[in-house]
């Protein structure tokens, strides 16, 4: 019952969130605009600014902490991240290339930036998968590690890039790796980013009892009729290329993927039918507060939002550990 | 009692290797409906590996192993887990679930996709947890219990899987005394009463040969004996097998001898 009533309130939150803060702003725009009732102006920023940067950024964090809480259920890893399987450093490679080779072109009104870091995405995805296979079938470590060496390996070619560009150039990609949301405008990331985060969100959900066998362990999750392999594979390769597809279009906001499920697991408990829609719902409204944040605290100048959300996140989670953690 | 007719498990001519290493060669044996069959030998035997061909957690091997006569490979995974189950020891990393909770993810086989858990699998737990005697336990948080109590809940969770074949990796090894008596009880009680079939690896051969009908040894991934607890508790087939050297002694309750342990210094191959 208890965590039915958190569930709620959590939806409520979100809900709360979503519709308020489109209103928020250097220009403050009443409740009203949302059916219609305000100047045409406001209502003009309300749907081709606030209410498209809102919903990607809801879109980003609900996709972010679900893949997060994923891969710590399948690599049984409190530490893993949408990131750890070198996801973020392929897309930020690819967005580095495009940055460095000065290029400047859009396709099916998608930016050439995000083509270059979905391409780099899915490289190292396929990258990671075929060492880890070549290695030794799969097993975690070997993949965990797998991701850890090609992290660091587009890392150092980011820094490369960075070393031979000039300083605007340099100035872009490093801004890039912050992640932000400013650069959404209109429906059509909405359009784009929708079909990815919600087969992502689908098929996670969809295991809600497998990820639940494999965290007590993957041999008694296979004793319980559960086929690991099959399922390991569905949801990394699925929530990879969500993830991938969040970075191309956000950059690597971090934290989110990290802390996000802790947080849901300290509020709500293991249980991955539960955890799943809360890590869901909770992620997607911390990151469009923190983007809210992000947009007004210095405004008219704004915060690249990957700042703020382990700033805001960090001390939260703490607070949650020490007052939560301990209890049965 | 075991029907020796209507085996629940063919192994026949198996052999298994991780990598280069031969791990099991050879094993042949099958197990009746209701056997309480221990499964002994040395360390490095095979015998834990054996239990996880059995439940397809290792996957390949070559020869047979057949459940109810259909060979594994035509099972898909879920089917077979309603009905073998494996019990690991109780040992190890637990995420923190509830007691009940954890028993109720043993529902698995039985949950189609979409269907949420329904009155009839909570009934089936209900059950298996007041029959294990762990209903006080239900909202405990699994990593705040012992071992012992964990090993109870491991073989409610199968029981309530729903498996008519107990496949279990040494259930009592690490257990105080009372809850080895609690674990041995509630296996038998589960075999005589329901019939179902217990294959249990273990290294305490004194009590596999007063709690099972059926005992085969392992040695080197071969079968190096298969019979009844009467004829292993003899001094050479266990020397053979363990390679040192044992003390027998009349039991004052029953007729099959026990191994004594030895003063320092008397025992050697």
């Not at chain 1, 150092?156 to 031979?164: C, R």
């Not at chain 1, 990151?287 to 700042?307: K, M, N, Q, S, Y």
């Not at chain 2, 040192?244 to 210094?265: E, M, N, Y």
Request: proline share 5%; net charge neutral.
């Amino acid at each position: 019952m208890r965590s039915a009533t958190l569930l709620l309130a959590l939806a409520l939150l979100a809900l709360v969130v979503v519709c308020g803060a489109p209103l928020v702003g250097s220009e403050s725009i009443p409740l009203g605009a949302l059916w219609g009732d305000a100047e045409p102006g406001q209502i003009k920023i309300l749907w081709t600014l606030r209410m498209p940067r809102v919903a990607v950024g809801f879109l980003a964090g609900a996709g972010l902490a679900l893949a997060g809480m994923a891969f710590q259920a399948l690599f049984r890893n409190a530490l893993a991240t949408p990131f750890t399987l070198g996801v973020s450093s392929g897309a930020s490679l690819g967005a580095a290339i495009y940055i460095h080779l000065g290029l400047a072109f859009s396709f099916l009104r998608i930016p050439g930036e995000s083509w270059f870091a979905f391409t780099g995405a899915l490289l190292t995805i396929a990258v990671v998968y075929g060492l880890a296979r070549a290695a030794a079938g799969a097993s975690n470590v070997t993949m965990l590690l797998a991701g850890v060496a090609v992290s660091f390996f587009f890392s150092s070619m980011i820094l490369f890039l960075q070393y031979l560009s000039d300083l605007t150039r340099t100035f872009r990609m490093v801004r890039w790796v912050m992640g932000g949301l400013e650069s959404i405008v209109g429906v059509d990331t909405i359009l784009t980013l929708f079909p990815f985060v919600f087969a992502g969100c689908a098929v996670v959900l969809y295991f809600r009892h497998e990820l639940n066998l494999i965290t007590t362990g993957e041999e008694l999750a296979v004793a319980r009729g559960v086929e690991v392999d099959r399922v390991k594979l569905v949801v990394f390769v699925v929530a990879s290329i969500m993830v991938g597809a969040i970075v191309s279009v956000c950059g690597p906001i971090g934290f989110v993927g990290l802390m996000a499920p802790h947080i849901c697991r300290l509020l709500i408990g293991p249980d991955h039918r539960k955890l799943a829609p809360a890590t869901l719902l909770f992620g997607g409204a911390f990151l469009v507060a923190c983007d809210t944040l992000a947009r007004t605290v210095i405004a008219p100048t704004e915060l690249p939002v990957g700042i703020l959300t382990a700033l805001l996140g960090g001390p939260f989670f703490v607070w949650l550990l020490l007052t939560r953690g301990g209890e049965e | 009692m075991p029907d020796p007719q209507s085996p629940v498990l063919e192994i026949a001519n198996f052999s298994f290797r991780i990598g280069t290493k031969e791990i099991l060669r050879d094993v042949t044996f099958s197990v009746a409906k209701g056997e309480y069959l221990s499964i002994v030998g040395p360390n490095g035997a095979g015998k834990t590996t054996l239990l996880k061909c059995i439940d397809r957690i290792h996957r390949g091997g070559s020869g047979r192993i057949a459940v109810y006569g259909r060979p594994l490979e035509s099972y898909r995974q879920r089917e077979l887990a309603r009905h073998l189950s494996y019990v690991p020891q109780a040992d190890g990393r637990v995420f923190p679930f509830t007691v009940e909770q954890f028993v109720l993810m043993g529902r698995y086989p039985h949950l189609n996709a979409f269907s949420s858990i329904g009155h009839e699998d909570r009934k089936t737990v209900l059950e298996v947890m007041e029959r294990a005697a762990i209903t006080p336990f239900a909202h405990r948080r699994l990593d705040t219990l012992s071992g012992g109590e964990r090993q109870k809940i491991y073989i409610a969770a199968a029981l309530a899987q729903g498996a008519e074949v107990l496949l279990l990796d040494e259930p009592t090894t690490f257990l105080d005394y009372r809850h080895q008596a609690e674990i041995r009880d509630l296996l038998a009680e589960v075999n005589r009463n329901s019939g179902v079939t217990i294959v249990a690896v273990t290294h305490d051969v004194n009590r596999a040969a007063m709690d099972s009908h059926r005992i085969v040894a392992l040695s080197a991934g071969r079968v190096v004996f298969d019979g009844a607890p009467a004829d292993i508790m003899q001094a050479d087939t266990l020397e053979q097998i363990y390679e040192t050297s044992f003390l027998l002694v009349g039991h004052p309750q029953g007729d099959v001898p026990i191994i004594a342990p030895q003063l320092p210094g008397e025992a050697g191959p």
